[in-house]
């Protein structure tokens, strides 16, 4: 028999990309290759792009010419291009950098088996449509291969929202469910394989609203469902826009006992102004009094966001109101970014933020919020809560793990309890992590 082929996938950007390229080197898989970790190795080189960083693509073609030797002493080595800068640049890829033999974007993943054979002819293969079908359906996972105790699946794509920074309803096309019934089938394979924790995916993962067998439902609904599959312990889902937050899903974080207390609810300006300008749709006071029923449902819950700070525009001002609304809301855990230009979207053509300035105020609030986060962790101290045990730890007869709130926390435990989800006593709270003892 010959040597499997081998496949490097090097994955940028948000966890929609981490979970595409499992489903990747799944579609692949199913061609013979293993996944190595040195491209070195590799028969096949992917390249999962983003676009949301500044010069997202200009990085690409760097990353893509340290390529030129390998493929020197290797021709049969294939490299291509997958994500959203994919999607963004498409044929202008292989234009650029003629070492690329495939490009493929988010939406064509279940082709990748049809593409990598046309490369083997010595052919370039280009996808980067919006097709019709579901790509999961396409992508058969192995034969029930053992999993660890966590795992991402996709249950939305898309956007329609039209934030004015953003590339994502350019790249991503516009707002997809997946069916219910394939969404409940990939979590009990997961469940089957080892998974304890599922997190649903989404751009906008609240405005889910897959077809079920009695019309659509929402995502409080596909919550429910997965709250009954035998040995799942724990849901949580990512990311939240705060105008789909409905009713029926604030009350699951109160009554669903295996969804977490966790929820990522980015407000991106604590200004109206701003705010209406990125065309949000909503505005700072309906985000607060959003906040409060949240927490009146689960006083407990640990609130995540993003912030974009320097959008064209914003004044000193706006920006103490941004400063205004994290001191009101209190934040767990934050992503805040400067403001940076995505060719094509609205907001490129606005008077732009000096750039020092910009970056004053992301320093500014990032300490604030990195007050914030510490405050709230330190405040785990003494409270008992759950940790699903990932993995051992630096020390001897040490677990990592992370708790119901998403805190990194480390404990003396038998290995047999990797995992499992067990109850454990905060003692400590570190720089980034909590120490615990198995009560
Ligand atoms: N759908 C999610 C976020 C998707 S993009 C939402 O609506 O919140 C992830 C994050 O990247 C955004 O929340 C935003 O904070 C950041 N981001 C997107 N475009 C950006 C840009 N042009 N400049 C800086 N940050 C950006
Ligand atoms: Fe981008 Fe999120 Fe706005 Fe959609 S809602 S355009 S994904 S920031
Ligand atoms: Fe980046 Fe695309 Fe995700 S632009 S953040 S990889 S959707």
């Known amino acids: 028999m010959s040597e499997p082929k081998k496949l490097y996938i090097k994955t940028y950007g948000c966890q929609m990309n981490v979970y595409d390229s499992e489903r990747m080197a799944e579609a692949l898989g199913g061609k013979g290759y293993v996944e190595t970790q040195t491209p070195e190795d590799a028969d096949m080189i992917l390249l999962n792009t983003c676009h949301i960083r500044e010069k997202a693509a200009e990085?690409?073609?760097?990353?893509?010419?340290?390529?030129?030797?390998?493929?020197?002493e290797k021709p049969d080595l294939k490299i291509g291009?997958?994500?959203?800068?994919?999607?963004?640049?498409?044929?202008?890829i292989m234009r650029r950098q003629p070492l690329v033999d495939l490009v493929v974007g988010p939406q064509?993943?279940?082709?990748?088996?049809?593409?990598?054979?046309?490369?083997?002819?010595?052919?370039?293969?280009?996808?980067?449509?919006?097709p019709e079908e579901d790509k999961f359906?396409?992508?058969?996972?192995?034969?029930?291969?053992?999993?660890?105790?966590?795992?991402?699946?996709?249950?939305?794509?898309?956007?329609?929202?039209?934030?004015?920074?953003?590339?994502?309803?350019?790249?991503?096309?516009?707002?997809?469910?997946?069916?219910?019934?394939?969404?409940?089938?990939?979590?009990?394979?997961?469940?089957?394989?080892?998974?304890r924790e599922i997190t649903l995916l989404g751009q906008n993962v609240n405005a889910y609203h897959g077809a079920g067998a009695d019309g659509d439902w929402s995502l409080a609904r596909l919550i429910w469902a997965l709250n009954d599959i035998d040995g799942l312990?724990?849901?949580?889902?990512?990311?939240?826009?705060?105008?789909?937050?409905d009713d029926d899903l604030i009350a699951a974080h109160g009554d669903c006992p295996k969804l977490m207390p966790y929820l990522h609810l980015p407000v991106q300006s604590g200004s109206n102004r701003i705010l209406k300008r990125m065309n949000r749709s909503h505005d700072r006071d309906s985000y607060l009094r959003l906040i409060e029923r949240i927490r009146a449902a689960r006083p407990d819950i640990l609130i995540s966001g993003d912030f974009i700070v320097g959008f064209p525009e914003e004044t000193e001002e706006d920006f103490r109101d941004t400063l205004d609304l994290v001191e009101q809301v209190k934040y767990g855990q934050c992503?805040?970014?400067?403001?940076?230009?995505?060719?094509?979207?609205?907001?490129?053509?606005?008077?732009?933020?000096?750039d020092a300035e910009a970056s004053d105020r992301l320093q500014r609030l990032q300490a604030l919020l990195s007050r914030q986060q510490r405050e709230l962790q330190d405040a785990m101290v003494g409270r008992t809560v759950g940790v699903l045990f990932e993995k051992t730890g630096r020390l001897d007869g040490q677990l990592v793990g992370k708790s119901d709130h998403l805190h990194a926390v480390y404990v003396q435990a038998d290995a047999s309890l990797l995992g499992q989800v067990a109850q454990v006593k905060i003692v400590e709270s570190n720089t980034n992590s909590l120490g615990g003892v198995l009560v």
């Open 137 to 195: 359906e396409h992508l058969k996972s192995r034969p029930k291969a053992k999993r660890g105790p966590t795992a991402f699946l996709t249950v939305q794509e898309g956007c329609d929202k039209f934030c004015a920074f953003c590339v994502v309803p350019y790249t991503r096309g516009a707002e997809v469910s997946r069916p219910v019934d394939r969404v409940l089938t990939e979590a009990r394979d997961l469940v089957e394989r080892g998974v």
């Open 108 to 130: 064509s993943y279940h082709r990748l088996p049809e593409m990598e054979a046309k490369t083997r002819q010595g052919a370039k293969a280009l996808d980067t449509d919006f």
């Open 81 to 92: 291009v997958a994500g959203c800068v994919a999607q963004a640049e498409g044929e202008e």
């Open 233 to 245: 312990e724990r849901i949580r889902f990512t990311t939240s826009h705060p105008n789909d937050m």
């Open 335 to 354: 992503y805040s970014f400067k403001y940076s230009t995505r060719p094509g979207t609205p907001a490129a053509e606005r008077p732009q933020v000096d």
């Open 59 to 72: 990085k690409v073609y760097s990353e893509l010419g340290r390529f030129k030797g390998l493929k020197a």
